[in-house]
C-alpha cells in the first residue's frame, strides 16, 4: 500500500467500456512528510476522495482486488482516506480529515 495526495481528477469520454462510470483520479505517492515520492498517478477512486485529500492506495495486481473492479484493468486503487498519521516521532492529522467537499455512502 502506498500515501497519495490526490491533485485532481481525470476525464476520458472515449474509454475502456470495463471503465465507465468510474471517478480517476490524479494522485502524487508521498511520504509521511508530505514529500512527493511519485507525480501523478492515476487511481480508480470509489470511496468518494476529492482533492487535497490524503488517501491509501493499492497498485499492481492487488488493486483488481476490491470488489468494484475486480477483473478490470487497472493498476491503482484507493482503499482507504486517510484521518492521521503517527510515526512516533511527528503525528500529522490530514488537513482535510473528514471534510472532503466530495463523498459517496461508504458500505
Do not use: C, F
Not at 490524479?26 to 470509489?46: C, F, G, S, Y
Not at 486503487?77 to 498519521?85: F, G, R, W
Amino acid at each position: 500500500m502506498k500515501i497519495a495526495r490526490v491533485t485532481g481528477s481525470l476525464t476520458a469520454t472515449i474509454k475502456n467500456d470495463q471503465l465507465s462510470g468510474m471517478t480517476m483520479l490524479v494522485t502524487d505517492i508521498v511520504d509521511t512528510t508530505d514529500q512527493v515520492l511519485e507525480p501523478a498517478v492515476v487511481v480508480v477512486d470509489h470511496l468518494g476522495a476529492g482533492r487535497g485529500d490524503l488517501v491509501l492506495l493499492v497498485t499492481g495486481s492487488a488493486a483488481r482486488i476490491p470488489s468494484q473492479v475486480a477483473g478490470i484493468a487497472v493498476d491503482a486503487v484507493t482503499v482507504a482516506i486517510v484521518d492521521e498519521i503517527d510515526t512516533g516521532a511527528a503525528r500529522r492529522v490530514a488537513p482535510t480529515a473528514g471534510k472532503s467537499t466530495r463523498r459517496v455512502s461508504r458500505k
